[in-house]
């Protein structure tokens, strides 16, 4: 776990720099997490489309079927957006796992940079004896 900064503008001219703790491993988990609601999202809506796309149209093709199935409101348009939607949902899902993993490697880096700096300003101060 290590330490990070982020900027607060209280407004009126009042910015403060507030510490806050990253826990790397921590985000790491949150992104497995992530994945695997992602994965299971995925299958649940592939077994979903696979199955309505099976029962073919049973709601035939006379003016009452047309009238449930087609137009602006109608059932292949609900069920089109809807397949979309969960689509769309896993993809955010994932990116998101994604996001986390990149969040922590970044801070991971960001870390081992300071400490090098450090080190490397700690020796050029000391005297030589």
């Not at 491993?25 to 309505?52: C, H, P, W, Y």
């Not at 449930?68 to 939607?85: I, P, Q």
């Amino acid at each position: 776990m290590g330490n990070a900064f982020r900027v607060v503008d209280y407004g009126q001219g009042r910015i403060v720099a507030e510490s806050i703790d990253i826990d790397p491993d921590g985000l790491r988990s949150a992104a497995a997490m992530f994945d695997e609601i992602t994965d299971q999202l995925k299958k649940l809506t592939d077994t979903l489309v696979n199955s309505t796309n099976g029962e073919g149209e049973a709601w035939g093709d006379d003016k009452l079927g047309r009238k449930f199935a087609k137009g602006d409101k109608g059932y292949l348009v609900g069920r089109d957006n809807s397949f979309k939607n969960l689509s769309q949902l896993a993809d955010i899902l994932g990116q998101n796992a994604a996001n986390l993993r990149d969040t922590a490697n970044v801070f991971e880096e960001n870390e081992k940079t300071q400490s090098v700096r450090a080190t490397r300003q700690s020796i050029l101060k000391k005297p030589e004896q």
